[in-house]
């Protein structure tokens, strides 16, 4: 599978690139980003173990010049659509960083194209993997999802979105991947710019959601039923990152990501395919869903729940009723 990739900041610096790099069958074909300094950090990146991929400074020109199978949209939320629609008018299916856009009607913009684009919600490769299989397929759920850094810690060169867009996106999209149900309604937000708490009600289950860009990185999922048993939890911190480096363990992001692509080159080659009855996602047999491939819908509906969240937060708390999402073709 040959990809291209449209900006080149951490999230590609550190997530995309060596995720190509340790990904079977994967060659990044181009790159893209208007700053030559952070062009050039991922191209030689890329170089140190590969044959050099050529630089552009937009998708436009990446994609007039070379033949893709994929565009991975790593660029700032705000700078999401274009770099997408151009793809899809080439023919070329994306795989959109989160968030999708800035708000619900950007996200509605990305889903609108064809091919549609796929969402970047890795935290289902890592949580969502790691925990779906021990969730029976009904029963009512009760999650509890933290995600919390030092934004500065990560160092990003222009995205400084909110928590809820930030972090509390992935845990949305996770409540509603684990639970395999359409969120309803959200009650007690509580949103800030470095913080965020909701709870959201779901199909089959209730999920309690904090997330923070201004504390220690901490990432803890706690699944149970009805009666408070636990079937399932899933934790990680600073200790374990620095623990499972010295182990020689490979990094979560990169790994997540790195899965992410090898379930998208499991698909069928052309876009406007259905997927696959199952794909390999880290060396298991799973049906597409299980997969924790995401579809423009489920962009729209995690910018739902945040739309729903705001809102909640501005009435005190009280119940805001999430749009409903139709799935998408």
């Known amino acids: 599978m040959r990809i291209g990739i449209a900006g080149c900041g951490r999230i590609a610096e550190r997530g995309y690139v060596p995720a ?11 790159l893209a980003d208007p700053n030559p300094e952070r062009l050039e950090a991922c191209r030689r990146l890329w170089m140190d173990d590969r044959d050099e991929a050529p630089g552009f400074a937009d998708a436009a020109l990446l994609l007039e010049a070379t033949a893709i199978d994929l565009l991975v949209v790593a660029a700032p939320a705000d700078h999401h659509v274009q770099p997408a629609a151009e793809a899809a008018a080439a023919g070329v299916r994306s795989l ?3 968030p999708p856009a800035p708000d619900l009607e950007g996200a509605r913009r990305l889903a609108a194209l064809d091919p549609q684009p796929l969402l970047a919600f890795n935290r289902r490769f890592l949580q969502g993997v790691e925990l779906r299989d021990a969730i029976p397929a009904d029963g009512w759920l009760e999650l509890d999802l933290e995600l919390r850094f030092r934004r500065d810690a990560w160092g990003a060169h222009e995205a400084r979105d909110e928590a809820i ?39 089959r289950g209730r999920a309690r959601i904090s997330c923070a860009t201004n504390r220690s990185h901490r990432e803890v999922i706690r699944v149970a039923d009805r009666s408070g ?9 600073r200790i374990q990152a620095r623990l499972g480096g010295l182990l020689g363990n490979p990094d979560p992001l990169v790994l997540s990501l790195q899965r ?24 298991v047999r799973r049906t597409p869903r299980a997969s924790s491939l995401a579809t423009a819908a489920d962009g729209i509906a995690a910018m739902a729940v945040v739309e729903a969240a705001r809102r909640s937060a501005q009435l005190n708390g009280a119940e805001v009723t999430v749009e409903r999402v139709e799935a998408a073709a």
């Open 20 to 30: 190509a790099l340790a990904a079977e069958g994967v060659t990044i074909a181009g």
């Open 96 to 98: 959109v960083e989160k």
């Open 165 to 203: 867009l930030d972090a509390g996106l992935h845990m949305i999209d996770l409540a509603c991947f684990l639970t395999d149900s359409a969120p309803i309604a959200v009650r007690h937000a509580e949103v800030e710019h470095e913080r965020a708490f909701l709870q959201l009600e779901l199909a």
């Open 229 to 237: 048993r636990t079937l399932g939890r899933a934790h990680w911190g």
């Open 260 to 283: 992410q692509l090898q379930a998208l080159r499991a698909q069928a080659p052309e876009p406007d395919q259905p997927l696959p009855a199952e794909v390999e996602v880290g060396g």
